[in-house]
């Protein structure tokens, strides 16, 4: 019992007290900042580095729903494009995953892209499914570290239920594979209405690099409206919880 | 029959012309298989099939562990020839390369026992084999029932199904169906022919290997374009691999103690796993390792700061992750749950191929790090840790061991950085890769043994990438664990061996 009592101390607190505020690693790459005067022929070659197809070649801007954070435009073309540590880049609306030239300010969400019903039923208990549809582990991996000691998404009372009967919502990550897109239906069907969907990660939100695969099935995803898209390869703990917490109003 | 059986090759060396691999026939490609496995020391990394110049041509990769030599030979044959012999009869790890041969070309294994579909690839040769027709095994008895779970599960992990016939409490057999996180993937690696998009896809296989596969990738690459990397490179590729190796064990120590309710065990492996990854991303940005590797050089190239970070935070790590495996592996409670559960012999592991931790841990030295060796572990002689009860607690116990060892290893690692000359350049994504060639790359990911092989065209196109995760091999492993458990103990089986669906589904 002292033995661990004393491991308990060693460890000291491991939460993280506000995780609005807490700071990440330099190099973490999160919200893009484009330079304003970004010239055609960068934005051609930007356009062109990419390896999803993110950037826009008319106009240079970042979709934060296709990118995969490789951070290679902004390694090749510096003075145009800088990915800051800034985390908060979850949306509700997948327009505003886009990130255009000159565009600083921090990333919020767009309130009145959210039904009444969700803050009104989830701000204070939001219990929520996890679907898996061709994730490749690491989303999944952060989203249950969400609710580890560190990060304790638990302590809004949101935490990942064992069955869509006992959810209020699903949470997809991958890009939606043949394989499992009847098992993901079946599974939101089961979940009792109103509910939410949430989209983590580049690959649930748009395909990522598996966009054009036959072996995907996004019907599921084109036919229904999320509430909430986080982007990442993987997605940060912190973007999804800031994200729902925006999304709750928390 | 004067030339030799197979072609050999070292792990990363310079590719081999596709002409030069010996094309046996059929009977003696079988028979020259059998007598490899016949050695306890051969086993089979590779083999598949791929349609070759109108015919099928199969290629065969057999490791041998006591020279560090890789055999490679193949047979063809035409789609409508008659049906091959199965080698699995003789050579049960065989089993499941030939199941994926059949459920990719329609060829047909004559004898092989247990000829089932294994991902559903959109591809595949049957599409009347659908998810929900799989031929489950079935025992007709009145006493018995059954238990399915899945594909959704209740935890945040990946999908899949599985079987279980019981008897009572008791699990008579398991049967686990793949295939829900099917991607495509092998086939995006010639659709995707931009060299930063195979990476991404590397590291995206599974990405809690995204440094294993990452690295299998680039090797690969840098084989195939006859590129050659400095050793300081070389080094800091091996130190992102143990940490990974880290990071996995110490999150899977968390995940066995929360599923036997041993909450301290859980709560501060999490922490510390968090310190790691964290560690990771303070090196390239990301808490995985996506970015990290690259072929011919690196956009994160390690500096003296890094290093320092390393090496702190390790020194805490381990030092904390020392005294909590300490109570979590002597508290009767935990024990209770873990020894003498899931047990793998080591001549169950053996037939079944096993590899990686699956195999060390019920007495089988298979490390590529020390057989088949990459990167700097060529100078830097790693000797793995096994165990012999292959038991849940062995597991268990190798990932404590392992993470000690990893670290050890990070240290001597950083030493030999720091003394090497550092002439880390940017990444090369503008290469050609030799034409008509055949190249194979071997890593040691944190669950074993990773394969990544490529054949190229005259045009220096690639035109089949073949992928093999540890997994393919170990899911078996576990179906065999359970085999006379309660079911209640599944949880922590299915834990301690932490296999990749993705992975496996490709």
């Avoid at chain 1, 919020?108 to 490749?136: M, N």
């Avoid at chain 2, 579909?117 to 009347?128: F, K």
């Avoid at chain 2, 964290?278 to 011919?296: A, H, I, S």
């Avoid at chain 2, 890769?433 to 220096?460: Q, Y």
Wanted: proline share 5%; with cysteine.
């Amino acid at each position: 019992m002292m033995k661990e009592i004393r491991i308990l101390k060693d460890h000291g607190k491991q939460y993280i007290p506000d995780l609005r505020k807490q700071p990440v690693s330099e190099r973490f790459r999160g919200r893009p900042v484009i330079s304003s005067g970004i010239s055609a022929a960068e934005i051609e070659r930007a356009a062109t580095i990419c390896p999803v197809d993110a950037i826009d070649g008319r106009n240079g801007a970042i979709d934060l729903g296709r990118c995969t954070f490789c951070n290679e435009c902004a390694l090749a073309l510096p003075e145009s494009y800088h990915f800051t540590n800034d985390y908060r880049i979850a949306a509700t609306g997948r327009e505003d995953l886009i990130i255009r030239p000159g565009q600083a300010d921090p990333l919020r969400i767009d309130e009145t892209a959210i039904r009444p019903e969700v803050r009104k039923l989830f701000r204070r208990s939001l219990k929520l499914r996890q679907v898996s549809a061709g994730g490749d582990n690491s989303c999944e991996m952060e989203l249950a570290a969400s609710g580890n000691v560190n990060f304790d998404l638990g302590r809004y009372g949101i935490e990942f239920v064992a069955s869509p009967r006992h959810a209020d919502g699903i949470v997809i990550t991958g890009p939606v594979t043949e394989n499992m897109s009847e098992a993901l239906e079946i599974c939101y069907r089961a979940v009792p209405s109103p509910k939410v969907i949430i989209l983590v990660g580049t690959d649930a939100i748009s395909g990522g690099l598996f966009t054009g695969s036959p072996a995907l099935q996004r019907r599921f995803i084109e036919h229904h409206k999320a509430d909430l898209y986080v982007p990442g390869n993987p997605a940060h703990p912190l973007t999804f919880i800031n994200g729902i917490m925006d999304l709750l109003g928390l | 029959m004067n030339q030799p059986s197979y072609k050999e090759l070292k792990n990363g060396a310079a590719p081999v012309m596709i002409t030069e691999i010996p094309v046996l026939e059929n009977y003696l490609f079988h028979e020259t298989v059998k007598d490899l496995l016949a050695d306890k020391s051969n086993h089979c990394v590779s083999y598949y099939c791929q349609v070759y110049s109108g015919r099928l041509k199969f290629i065969c990769c057999i490791a041998g562990d006591d020279n560090g030599s890789i055999m490679i030979f193949s047979h063809e044959m035409r789609k409508d020839d008659p049906p091959l012999k199965s080698l699995t009869p003789d050579c049960p790890a065989m089993h499941i390369f030939e199941r994926e041969i059949h459920e990719n070309q329609g060829v047909k294994f004559e004898g092989h026992p247990w000829l089932k579909p294994v991902r559903y690839p959109t591809d595949r040769a049957d599409r009347l084999s659908i998810m929900d027709n799989y031929p489950f095994y079935q025992i007709e008895s009145e006493e018995l029932h059954e238990v399915g779970v899945g594909p959704i599960h209740a935890g945040v992990i990946e999908p899949g199904h599985f079987r279980f016939i019981c008897n009572g409490e008791k699990v008579l057999h398991l049967e686990i169906q793949l295939g829900y996180q099917h991607r495509g993937i092998e086939k995006l690696f010639i659709d995707k022919t931009e060299a930063l998009q195979q990476c991404i896809l590397a590291e995206n296989i599974a990405g809690d290997t995204a440094i294993g596969h990452g690295l299998a990738h680039a090797q690969l690459i840098e084989s195939l374009a006859g590129i050659e990397v400095c050793e300081a490179l070389q080094i800091e590729r091996c130190i992102a691999l143990e940490m990974e190796r880290i990071a996995i064990h110490i999150g899977d120590t968390a995940a066995l103690s929360g599923d036997v309710a041993y909450q301290l065990g859980q709560v501060t492996c999490e922490a510390l796993r968090t310190m790691v990854i964290n560690t990771t991303q303070y090196w390239c940005g990301n808490r995985f390792g996506k970015g990290l590797v690259r072929p011919g050089g690196s956009n994160y190239p390690l500096t003296d700061k890094t290093a320092d970070e390393i090496l702190t935070v390790l020194g805490e790590v381990v030092r904390r992750y020392e005294n909590v495996t300490g109570c979590i592996y002597t508290l009767p409670s935990v024990l209770g749950r873990f020894e003498d559960i899931g047990t793998v012999t080591g001549q169950q592991a053996r037939s079944t191929g096993a590899v990686g931790m699956a195999a060390r841990s019920c007495g089988i030295l298979r490390d590529t790090r020390m057989t088949h060796p990459f990167q700097y572990y060529r100078s830097y002689r790693v000797d793995p840790v096994t165990l012999d009860s292959g038991d849940v607690l062995a597991r268990g116990m190798l990932r404590v061991l392992e993470v000690k060892a990893s670290a050890d290893i990070i240290r001597g690692l950083i030493d030999a950085w720091r003394r090497s000359e550092k002439s880390v350049g940017k990444p090369l994504y503008d290469y050609r890769l030799r034409p008509d060639s055949f190249a194979i790359s071997l890593t040691e990911g944190w669950r074993g043994e990773i394969c990544h092989s490529a054949v190229t065209d005259s045009e220096g196109n690639i035109t089949h990438y073949k992928i093999k995760d540890p997994s393919q091999h170990n899911w078996m492993a576990l179906a065999l664990a359970v085999r006379n458990q309660e079911i209640s103990d599944f949880p922590v089986c299915n834990k301690s061996f932490n296999l990749s669906y993705c992975g496996h589904d490709l």
